[in-house]
């Protein structure tokens, strides 16, 4: 069964930056594509941003030029270095495979707020 445990948030202020990562189980997480997605109250989970097995990655526009997805395979970690935080990022961010039907994560907290 495949897991993923999402850690890293908080509260930051504004302009602030925050590095998020998700540890994932699971010998061939090399061979995945990954993505991160966000959840803001009363809102629809939304894409963010996607790395492919070989790195290609992509981005939501509203994120483009301040996020940056990566991944450590060695580790099985999937990270999202968030800079120029803006308080639209609030939200629940949470990780997996897209295509797939594995089962999310708890998830971690960002809030962006002064």
């Known amino acids: 069964q495949v897991q993923f445990v999402e850690s890293g948030g908080g509260l930051v202020q504004p302009g602030g930056s925050l590095r998020i990562s998700c540890a994932a189980s699971g010998t061939a997480f090399r061979l995945w594509n990954m993505a991160w997605y966000r959840q803001a109250p009363e809102k629809q989970r939304e894409f963010v941003a996607a790395i492919t097995s070989v790195g290609h990655t992509n981005y939501v526009d509203s994120v483009k030029g301040r996020f940056t997805i990566s991944r450590s395979n060695a580790k099985t970690t999937l990270y999202l270095q968030m800079n120029n935080l803006k308080p639209e990022d609030t939200a629940v961010y949470y990780c997996?495979?897209?295509?797939?039907?594995?089962?999310w994560g708890q998830g971690t907290q960002v809030t962006v707020s002064s």
């Open positions: 997996n495979s897209p295509g797939t039907n594995w089962p």
